[in-house]
């Protein structure tokens, strides 16, 4: 197995209660570093969301994780060894593919969201919504 290592929390646990918790949440997060790949493991993510999940120091009512993005997965271990292991452990996966045009250097972005149907979806409950392309969030 590959073992994907670029993974960070750019902000960590804490409890969103209010407008002035949010307004913090959000300063921290756009203050953030933002570092660019050049490659995408989203079973790295799943891994990562999940370890964090279960390390976390709060108590949810329910674990999901959420996974976004316009690029396949093109390093790490089979998308599908990292969902059924999240699903195990009670954590529901919901998917945001973002069909946008790709640089030419790039595989051409699937016409559907049906990968991320097929490699993510594995339990009822799961949040499935696709875009066309990065203006569709508008």
């Known amino acids: 197995m590959v073992r994907v290592?670029?993974?960070?929390?750019?902000?960590?646990?804490q409890v969103i209660s209010d407008?002035?918790?949010?307004?913090?949440?959000a300063d921290a997060l756009d203050k953030a570093p933002y570092k660019s790949g050049t490659t995408t493991s989203i079973s790295a993510g799943i891994d990562?969301?999940?370890?964090?999940?279960?390390?976390?120091?709060?108590?949810g009512t329910r674990k999901a994780i959420d996974v976004s993005g316009d690029g396949y997965s093109d390093y790490g271990r089979p998308i599908q060894e990292?969902?059924?292991a999240a699903v195990a452990e009670g954590i529901t996966?919901?998917?945001?593919?973002?069909?946008?045009?790709r640089?030419?250097?790039?595989?051409?972005?699937?016409?559907?969201?049906?990968?991320?149907?097929?490699q993510c979806h594995?339990?009822?409950?799961?949040?499935?919504s696709g875009r066309q392309d990065v203006?569709?969030?508008?």
């Open 19 to 25: 407008e002035a918790s949010a307004a913090a949440f």
């Open 122 to 128: 594995r339990r009822t409950g799961i949040v499935l």
């Open 82 to 84: 990292s969902r059924d």
């Open 93 to 101: 996966i919901n998917g945001l593919p973002v069909m946008d045009p």
């Open 48 to 59: 990562f969301a999940v370890h964090q999940i279960e390390t976390s120091p709060f108590s």
């Open 103 to 118: 640089p030419a250097w790039r595989e051409p972005a699937r016409p559907d969201s049906t990968i991320i149907t097929r």
């Open 135 to 138: 203006h569709d969030f508008g």
């Open 5 to 13: 290592t670029d993974q960070r929390v750019l902000v960590g646990w």
